[in-house]
């Protein structure tokens, strides 16, 4: 597959498993995110913090923990969802169609080994980032199909950062062009998604309400983003298996059954 035929194939199994992806997402999602915009909403914001350095008085007390817990868990709860929707677009992908009820129907082994993986990757990336960048740069698309090995194969974490090195590797260069370019499309049209109400918000809402819509609009942002991340992955993950392994055989005969 090109980079073209892995990002219109990303939003058509998106789009084609809305039913039973989207009523997960919103109801996994919400919860972090609202912690999220509760935690912005008790932070000062950035002309509060310059006003008081030119103004130094007594203040009262910001409470940002609510704030940096929810990106905390977030980094938790992100890898988790999106392991379920590898899941999903992968029935997709061989015929199958999955319903709301199999969605979440993730082991807790796969719930562990991808948690884990994670952790390690965020470890290996921090690593990286030591060296100028240039170690994350060429970390995050070796670590990318983690998630869709773990789930697919029922591999442990270890294994499962293993079976993406490998996977990534033997076309390191082609692989690291989809993943960028890609990544950077879902980021920008997810952030469109949630632009314009932020803006309306902005000059019309108080701020209780800025609070409240805000966690939603964020909400779908962050569930749309997860989506087309996890649906890029998987798509990757089978275009290299049949590149390397002959997984189109496998593929035909799993319809055929």
């Not at 039973?20 to 909403?41: C, D, T, V």
């Not at 704030?67 to 379920?84: E, I, R, S, T």
């Not at 298996?241 to 055929?256: F, K, N, P």
């Amino acid at each position: 597959m090109s980079l073209g035929d892995i990002i219109d194939g990303a939003f058509r199994l998106v789009r084609a498993n809305a039913g039973a992806l989207a009523p997960f997402l919103m109801l996994f999602a919400l919860p972090f995110y609202a912690l999220i915009a509760y935690g912005q909403s008790q932070s000062p914001s950035m002309s509060q913090l310059f006003n008081d350095l030119q103004n130094p008085q007594p203040q009262p007390v910001h409470d940002s923990g609510y704030l940096y817990l929810g990106f905390l868990v977030l980094l938790v709860a992100a890898p988790v969802a999106m392991g379920a929707v590898c899941r999903t677009v992968a029935a997709s992908y061989r015929g199958e169609q999955y319903r709301f009820s199999d969605v979440v129907k993730l082991t807790p082994r796969s719930v562990l080994a991808i948690i884990v993986a994670s952790f390690l990757g965020h470890l290996l990336e921090g690593v990286g980032l030591l060296a100028c960048g240039v170690g994350y740069l060429a970390l995050m698309p070796l670590m990318f199909l983690t998630t869709p090995a773990i789930v697919l194969e029922h591999l442990g974490p270890l294994a499962g950062l293993r079976r993406s090195f490998h996977l990534v590797s033997r076309q390191f260069w082609r692989c690291t062009g989809i993943i960028l370019l890609s990544c950077l499309v879902i980021v920008v049209v997810a952030d469109l998604v949630g632009a314009l109400p932020n803006l309306l918000l902005a000059a019309f809402a108080s701020t209780q309400l800025r609070a409240v819509v805000g966690a939603v609009v964020s909400t779908v942002a962050g569930a749309f983003e997860w989506a087309l991340l996890a649906t890029l992955a998987t798509l990757l993950y089978f275009d290299q298996r049949i590149r390397q392994e002959g997984l189109d055989l496998e593929v035909m005969a799993a319809r055929a059954a």
